[in-house]
């Protein structure tokens, strides 16, 4: 069973940025594609962003495309999201989730692994 652990949520003013991060341990996660969902509560999870096991190919959805940037360090065996110019809308909580494999498929139900979740609230 592969776990996945989310890390760098919380409170931040509009305008701020946060970056967010994805591990795995135990796991090398060069061989998933992995992507950022988030939800708020009585909403359907929203794909937010998802980044290809090899070689990386990215995708946003519109609501943060320009603003959010996904990442990873090998090294680190990490998977980062770059928040910037946040917004109230962006309040929700973030999980991590993967696929073993390279695509980034659209439908929910295709990520087999799913981290706790991170809060992010974005609030003056």
């Known amino acids: 069973q592969v776990q996945l652990v989310e890390s760098g949520g919380g409170l931040v003013q509009p305008g701020g940025s946060l970056r967010l991060s994805c591990k795995a341990p135990?796991?090398?996660?060069?061989?998933?594609?992995v992507a950022w969902f988030r939800q708020v509560s009585g909403k359907e999870r929203e794909r937010v962003s998802c980044?290809?096991?090899?070689?990386?190919?990215?995708s946003y959805a519109d609501s943060v495309r320009g603003r959010f940037t996904i990442s990873r360090d090998i090294a680190q065996n990490t998977i980062y999201l770059q928040m910037n110019s946040l917004k109230p809308e962006d309040t929700a909580v973030y999980y991590c989730?993967?696929?073993?494999?390279?695509?980034?498929?659209?439908?929910?139900?295709?990520?087999?692994?799913w981290g706790q979740g991170t809060q992010v609230t974005v609030s003056s």
């Open positions: 989730a993967a696929i073993r494999g390279y695509g980034c498929y659209d439908p929910i139900y295709e990520y087999d692994y």
């Open positions: 135990g796991t090398t996660l060069d061989y998933y594609a």
């Open positions: 980044i290809s096991s090899h070689p990386g190919k990215t």
